[in-house]
């Protein structure tokens, strides 16, 4: 038995601590907002973010960062990607050399780092690892089978993460490749409010079909530039993150995307949502990314027209449909 404190109370944070708990771990679950830490210990449910699933009495509850994390075997941050670095600047006092996984997806825009390099920056002697995969809160917290990958820098802490989650419902593989992880996970969520707002502008699976494979190529072909496995995007955190994102309602990105395809803005969308939507984090990131790299992300860059300059949908297929001719792959030809 491990003992754990899950930075964050959302459906995600619960859901993992549910697998946590179900292993036979001791759970600490932290949030800094006071009515969602009443409304947990009240009624042991996240009746907004996870209704309907019950957290047992003797997952702990706290306000309180130091008892969270302070003598942890694992520290989870399950926070919004948008305050991973806030959050492990608060650890910086009161952690000592614990195993740290993230849970969270995203890219700081301001800096372009990954969730891992921002906690590496802000505490330089932690541990880091990453989890990810195709696994909707929802599902996970039902017991619904599902798999993921953890990434670590070795296979000493791979393997004992692995440990700690797996069990006959939530399977999980081991992989060296943290970044890869990161970028299949981050940018998954670019590509999902594509999707959605095809979905939402009335387009077909044929579009769909197109956004997820052309999508994963623009992925892949980034995700390698910087260092990343080609494996990688082909496998959990990959094409299996990005079909499981695009095809979902579970899916906040595509949520959001249905309702900017159907007219909304980004900001109406958002609200309506009435959740994190990581994907408008992470899509001017991605598309700095791209211009750094100097890698072709034709959808990411009409996502972030659609997103922050208001351009019609109906002309964004158009200027994807109509660019110049390519090849899918070159080689091979013999004549």
Known sequence: MAKVGILGAGAWAIALG??????????????????????????????????????SED?????????????????VFAVASRFTRQTAAKLKNLINNQKILIVSKGIEDETLMTLSQIVRQELP??????????????????????????????????????????NEVFRVYTSPDIMGIELGGALKNVIALAAGVADGAGYGDNTKAALITRGIAEITRLGVKMGGNFKTFGGL????????????????????GILIGQGKTMEEA??????????????????????????????????????????DVKQVLYDLMLRE???????????
């Open 270 to 311: 958002m609200k309506e949502v009435n959740a994190v939507v990581e994907g408008v984090y992470s899509a001017k990131a991605a598309y700095k990314l791209s211009q750094k790299y100097n890698v072709s992300m034709p959808i990411v860059e009409q996502v972030n027209q659609v997103l922050f300059e208001g351009k």
């Open 59 to 75: 997952i702990k509850i706290t306000m309180d960062l130091k008892e969270t994390v302070s003598d942890m075997d694992l520290i």
């Open 18 to 55: 549910l697998v946590l708990k179900k292993n036979g771990n001791e759970v600490t679950l932290w949030t800094c907002v006071d009515s969602e830490a009443e409304m947990l210990i009240k009624d042991r449910e996240h009746k907004t973010s996870l209704p309907g699933i019950i957290l």
């Open 237 to 256: 955190t990959g094409i299996g993150d990005l079909i499981v994102t695009c095809a979902s309602m579970h899916s906040r990105n595509r949520r959001a």
């Open 125 to 166: 002697d932690a541990n880091v690892s990453v989890l990810s995969g195709p696994s909707h809160a929802e599902e996970v917290g039902r017991e619904l089978p599902t798999t993921v990958v953890v990434g670590s820098e070795t296979k000493e802490t791979a393997d004992y993460i692995q440990g700690l989650f797996m």
């Open 325 to 335: 001719k390519r090849d899918e792959i070159v080689e091979g030809w013999t004549k």
